[in-house]
């Protein structure tokens, strides 16, 4: 059964870092076409693809947050990791990771994590 | 990021069937048959629906249906059920500059 949790803080202050972590079971990121997206969405808003790292270490991201965005993954610990520098409170979001086998839709979600970018 | 655009809201009664839409560009949803649906309860994580414009995951009902045409993809409801209300999002691969993927606004569907 894959299952996938994400976690970290739930308030983190302006011009701060955001480190959030995708632990997950079920599946193996070393796994020939395996991979694991970021995505938010804001309160009252729509989704918002971030990024993704595939099995073969690809990387990919959104380009408008590039800039601020690093995505790793531990295969020893089943874990995906995101940083996000320099947060503002426009950043106030819901935060999932999503395995996607295929890579063309997101088939498993975590139940997300809310942060808030606040002083 | 442009993303690509549903109405904002769509309605029908229980039984009736319902179709929303998801328009993008000849860079996602055009060039690509890569769309997918996601249903999202209030307070919940999404749940895909449909992928790959027209097939369904084990497990979702088949009074879920999609289907492209050009740049628009659409998603119907047929057999409206009050466990349908909820938001839906249409997604697709992308080759433009915004990123590999692209979200829809999203569309809120009320079950009258």
């Known amino acids: 059964q894959v299952s996938l949790k994400e976690s970290g803080p739930a308030l983190v202050k302006p011009t701060q870092t955001l480190t959030l972590t995708c632990s997950f079971s079920g599946f193996s990121l070393n796994t020939n076409g395996m991979r694991v997206s970021w995505i938010r969405q804001p309160p009252g808003k729509a989704l918002e693809w971030l990024a993704r790292?595939?099995?073969?270490?690809?990387?990919f991201y959104s380009t408008s947050l590039k800039t601020r965005l690093t995505i790793s993954k531990d295969t020893s610990k089943n874990q995906v990791v995101l940083t996000m520098t320099n947060m503002d409170p426009v950043d106030t979001a819901t935060y999932y990771c999503?395995?996607?086998?295929?890579?063309?839709?997101?088939?498993?979600w975590g139940q997300g994590t809310l942060v808030t970018i606040s002083s | 990021q442009s993303a690509l655009t549903q109405p904002a809201s769509v309605s029908g009664s229980p039984g009736q069937s319902i179709t929303i839409s998801c328009t993008g560009t000849?860079?996602?949803?055009?060039?690509?048959?890569?769309v997918s649906w996601y249903q999202q309860h209030p307070g919940k994580a999404p749940k895909v629906m449909i992928y790959?414009?027209?097939n369904r995951p084990s497990g979702v009902s088949n009074r879920f249906s999609g289907s492209k045409s050009g740049n628009t993809a659409s998603l119907t409801i047929s057999g409206l059920q009050a466990e349908d209300e909820a938001d839906y999002y249409c997604s697709s691969y992308s080759s433009s500059t915004t990123g590999r993927y692209v979200f829809g606004t999203g569309t809120k569907v009320t079950v009258l």
């Open positions: 000849s860079s996602d949803v055009g060039g690509y048959n890569y």
């Open positions: 790959d414009v027209s």
């Open positions: 999503a395995r996607a086998i295929s890579g063309t839709y997101f088939d498993d």
């Open positions: 790292i595939d099995w073969d270490e690809d990387k």
